[in-house]
């Protein structure tokens, strides 16, 4: 059955401590988290021979705590994608119905969790892909606030935007193993130690994340935005109000709020992220990293037939596209435009947080597609992530947790919280999930 799935793209051990927080817990590791010794391949023909000399931060801390990690999980090809099939290993199906897909890009990880196949998977989150398939595939994904978790490892899509986040069948799980992987890390200049960070609730130094976990929601505002409702499939809507009604019956308050800038959001993510990419992605010429082409020209047909070769549709456009936002004579017009949404849609979410504590929302506006249906159409696919990316353009945390069904499908309801208060999203939805 698992096999099916194809849920790993290389299965392999990395023994966890034999005492800790942790021990005993499986892991399976997103496929662009570097694992000493262990190909990563970032579900690229490019990195199909990857191997890395060291381990991410991440999969460091996970294992020092007792956790074991038990293969490589695919994923769309260095994260660009919503479905899983953008990877070079063939896409992953949903265990709810394998006919569908899984969301993505952590495909391979939520349905590794959803098929049981392991307790938790590590994600990545540019602009919703640990959110997204948590929701496809009816488990927890939690997106923390940029620089509480450490990069180190992890192989870059859009620096800015992403963060590595938890998988698991429930909140309690998933916030527990956040709490090992949290905290400044030297080799990421951008972690923050969150009882340093000014208006910031959390601290990493007693980051037991899991305790937040407790249910309790009575007092709690919860903002409930039109505009990531507007559009939404009616199904989807219906099964988040019903989840949303069950958090009024423990005790919170509901209250309708408006955020204007995120009707951008989608765009704005896909112009910074696309730029960002179109660097990153720069270093794989077949010399320093990556497949190199066999090809006995000069240097620049050889650099052009390697990326020819190793990278896939949707990453080729994501760097042409990112290439030509960033170039001169057209980044006012685009990569600067981008940035001045940013910087609202950020804005936005603070004034809202000034009244509430935290924000609910279908994750995803639709259910899970079926196999194929988003190939060839890839603006209904950015479109898909309207929900999940204003989040990463704020730096905010945000937790995905199962709403309940809607035609036998899984569905999702997003909760998102002030900057460094995963407790509050993490309390909350743990709310959402006793009911
Ligand atoms: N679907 C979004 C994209 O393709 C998000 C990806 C991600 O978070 N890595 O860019």
Redesign the pocket.
């Known amino acids: 059955m698992a096999a099916d799935l194809n849920l790993f793209i290389t299965e392999a051990t990395i023994e966890g401590a034999d005492d800790g927080p942790l021990a005993g817990t499986t892991v399976a590791v997103k496929d662009n988290i570097s694992t000493e010794g262990i190909r990563t391949t970032c579900g690229s023909e490019m990195l199909a021979d990857y191997v890395p000399p060291y381990s991410a931060t991440v999969v460091d801390r996970l294992t020092e705590a007792g956790a074991t990690v038990v293969g490589k999980t695919n994923m769309?090809e260095f994260?660009?994608?919503?479905t899983t099939e953008t990877s070079a290993f063939g896409p992953t199906r949903n265990p709810a119905d394998p006919e569908r897909v899984p969301g993505?890009?952590?495909g391979g990880s939520a349905a590794a969790v959803a098929a049981g196949e392991v307790d938790v998977a590590l994600g990545?989150?540019?602009?919703?892909?640990?959110r997204?398939p948590a929701a496809f595939c009816g488990v927890v994904g939690i997106k923390p606030t940029y620089g509480l978790v450490s990069r180190y490892g992890l192989v870059a899509?859009?620096n800015s935007?992403?963060q590595i986040g938890p998988i698991a069948g429930t909140v309690e799980e998933a916030a527990a193993a956040l709490s090992v992987m949290a905290g400044p890390d030297p080799n990421d200049g951008t972690t923050r130690d969150p009882s340093e960070v000014d208006g910031a609730t959390g601290s990493a130094g007693d980051a037991d994340y899991a305790a937040a976990a407790d249910g309790d929601v009575d007092g709690l505002t919860v903002g409930v935005p039109t505009e990531l409702f507007d559009g939404a499939d009616e199904r989807v809507v219906e099964t988040v109000r019903d989840a949303i009604d069950g958090l009024v019956a423990r005790g919170a308050e509901t209250v309708d709020i408006s955020l204007p800038s995120v009707e951008h959001a989608v765009q704005a993510?896909?112009v910074i992220?696309m730029s960002e990419a179109s660097s990153n992605l720069a270093r794989f010429d077949g010399v320093r990293y990556g497949h190199r082409a066999d090809a006995d020209g000069n240097w620049n047909e050889t650099f052009a037939e390697t990326r020819e070769e190793g990278f896939g549709a949707?990453v080729k456009r994501?760097i042409l596209l990112g290439t030509y936002a960033l170039s001169a004579g057209y980044h006012e017009k685009y990569y600067d435009k981008a940035q001045d949404a940013r910087a609202w849609v950020r804005q936005d979410f603070e004034d809202a947080f000034a009244d509430v504590d935290v924000i609910a929302s279908p994750t995803m506006p639709v259910l899970p597609f079926e196999l194929g249906e988003g190939l060839d159409n890839p603006l209904r696919?950015?479109l898909?992530?309207a929900n999940?990316?204003p989040v990463?353009l704020a730096n905010l945390p945000a937790v995905s947790v199962p709403a309940g069904e809607a035609d036998g499908l899984p569905v999702g309801l997003q909760l998102v919280g002030p900057k460094f208060d995963e407790r509050t999203v993490i309390r909350a939805a743990s709310a959402v999930e006793a009911e």
Do not use: I, K, P, Q
């Open positions: 769309d994260g660009m994608g919503t993505g890009s952590s990545s989150d540019t602009g919703g892909s640990v997204c899509y859009a935007l992403e993510y896909y992220a949707e994501r696919m950015y898909a992530d999940t990316t990463n």
